[in-house]
């Protein structure tokens, strides 16, 4: 339906944060909340790639204590929310207080798409904080449609404002994306959100069928930046979604700059489908494990897109990153799990 208001929530300071492997600065935060925000965007989510806490040996050292990444943002972003990715395991309710107080006023609570259980404590704690809060179920093509709403349901029960499908292994195709967000939009009381990512070329087709079922908050990122092949590009989709006339709030021409001016000399290498995010797509793996397939498979001497498969066989999902090496070293070593 044309003319439906829709929240766009970038997310290039937290998913993106993968691809530069977590080492935006302060005046990079800055520059680009700033801008941002002075686009329109509804949601600006900033974090370690992982979330809060992820900063570690397992999942990779921030440059720059995101706590401080936090506080910069905050002193330039005046019109929209600024959110933090939470994964119930990593990151701590003491953690999230910690980020209330640096300036964050809403938090995406990050679960399994089969474990919204873990997010009870977690999503109450934020509440309690005064934080709008998500509630956001990850590697969505792991689950069918009826049992995703049953996970949905148990986060609007524990206070969730809306709840964010994320498709973060970048394996599904418009109709997969389709039947998932009906099935919430269908049986929730509260809006519905979608998360993409690039690995088959289908971010923007995703984004766009998610939105045509019903979803009114949708994921991107400035030049598309992201684990993987990245996310829906927020300056693609911000063109498509006027040309199809939705009410975005967005400055389309504004965007464009900031990826023209701001992102090129923060990014380490241009956002495309390579062969190994390809495979992530392919595969059906969890989107931040490339960077961790790479260096595992130039420790062992294998091709990357056969730790892939692997990992894709045996149904690895996001908090596993410490199994990618056992997985190589019994490949290199002519095992498979049976």
Not at 229 to 251: C, F, H, P, S
């Given at each position: 339906m044309s003319g439906r208001k829709i929240h766009m929530v970038d997310t290039t300071l937290r998913d993106g944060s993968h691809a530069v492997r977590h080492n935006f600065t302060e005046a990079q935060a800055s520059a680009i909340a700033g801008a941002l925000d002075g686009c329109g965007v509804s949601i600006i989510e900033i974090s370690h790639g992982?979330?809060?806490g992820g900063s570690s040996y397992t999942y990779g050292f921030s440059q720059v204590d995101e706590l401080r990444l936090i506080e910069a943002a905050s002193r330039v972003v005046k019109n929209a929310r600024l959110a933090v990715l939470l994964l119930p395991g990593i990151g701590t309710i003491e953690r999230l207080e910690e980020a209330r107080?640096?300036?964050?006023?809403?938090?995406?609570?990050?679960?399994?798409?089969?474990?919204?259980?873990?997010?009870?404590?977690?999503?109450?704690?934020?509440?309690?904080?005064?934080?709008?809060?998500?509630?956001?179920?990850?590697?969505?093509?792991?689950?069918?449609?009826?049992?995703?709403?049953?996970?949905?349901?148990?986060?609007?029960?524990?206070?969730?404002?809306?709840?964010?499908?994320?498709?973060s292994a970048g394996y599904l195709l418009p109709d997969g994306v389709r039947e998932r967000v009906e099935a919430?939009?269908?049986?929730?009381?509260?809006?519905?959100?979608?998360?993409?990512?690039?690995?088959l070329a289908?971010?923007?087709a995703n984004s766009l069928a998610a939105i045509e079922s019903g979803a009114t908050y949708v994921d991107a990122t400035l030049c598309g930046l992201g684990a993987g092949a990245g996310n829906t590009q927020i300056e693609v989709l911000a063109g498509v979604l006027q040309r199809k006339g939705y009410d975005t709030g967005l400055d389309f021409y504004g965007l464009m700059d900031i990826a023209d001016d701001i992102m090129p000399p923060i990014m380490q290498r241009p956002?495309?489908?390579?062969?190994?995010?390809?495979?992530?797509?392919?595969?059906?793996?969890?989107?931040?494990?490339?960077?961790?397939?790479?260096?595992?498979?130039?420790?062992f001497n294998l091709e990357p897109r056969d730790i892939l498969v692997e990992l894709g066989r045996?149904?690895?999902?996001g908090g596993q990153e410490d199994m990618i090496v056992d997985v190589?070293?019994?490949?290199?070593?002519?095992r498979r799990q049976t």
């Amino acid at each position: 339906m044309s003319g439906r208001k829709i929240h766009m929530v970038d997310t290039t300071l937290r998913d993106g944060s993968h691809a530069v492997r977590h080492n935006f600065t302060e005046a990079q935060a800055s520059a680009i909340a700033g801008a941002l925000d002075g686009c329109g965007v509804s949601i600006i989510e900033i974090s370690h790639g992982d979330g809060l806490g992820g900063s570690s040996y397992t999942y990779g050292f921030s440059q720059v204590d995101e706590l401080r990444l936090i506080e910069a943002a905050s002193r330039v972003v005046k019109n929209a929310r600024l959110a933090v990715l939470l994964l119930p395991g990593i990151g701590t309710i003491e953690r999230l207080e910690e980020a209330r107080a640096a300036g964050a006023d809403a938090v995406r609570v990050a679960t399994h798409i089969t474990e919204a259980d873990v997010s009870a404590q977690h999503i109450a704690a934020a509440k309690k904080l005064g934080m709008f809060v998500t509630g956001f179920l990850m590697l969505a093509h792991m689950s069918e449609p009826d049992a995703i709403l049953e996970e949905a349901l148990k986060m609007e029960s524990y206070g969730a404002d809306y709840v964010n499908l994320a498709d973060s292994a970048g394996y599904l195709l418009p109709d997969g994306v389709r039947e998932r967000v009906e099935a919430l939009t269908g049986g929730l009381r509260i809006p519905v959100g979608f998360h993409a990512h690039n690995n088959l070329a289908m971010a923007v087709a995703n984004s766009l069928a998610a939105i045509e079922s019903g979803a009114t908050y949708v994921d991107a990122t400035l030049c598309g930046l992201g684990a993987g092949a990245g996310n829906t590009q927020i300056e693609v989709l911000a063109g498509v979604l006027q040309r199809k006339g939705y009410d975005t709030g967005l400055d389309f021409y504004g965007l464009m700059d900031i990826a023209d001016d701001i992102m090129p000399p923060i990014m380490q290498r241009p956002q495309v489908i390579d062969t190994g995010s390809l495979m992530l797509g392919y595969a059906g793996v969890y989107s931040s494990f490339l960077l961790h397939v790479y260096s595992a498979a130039q420790k062992f001497n294998l091709e990357p897109r056969d730790i892939l498969v692997e990992l894709g066989r045996r149904k690895m999902i996001g908090g596993q990153e410490d199994m990618i090496v056992d997985v190589s070293y019994q490949l290199s070593q002519g095992r498979r799990q049976t």
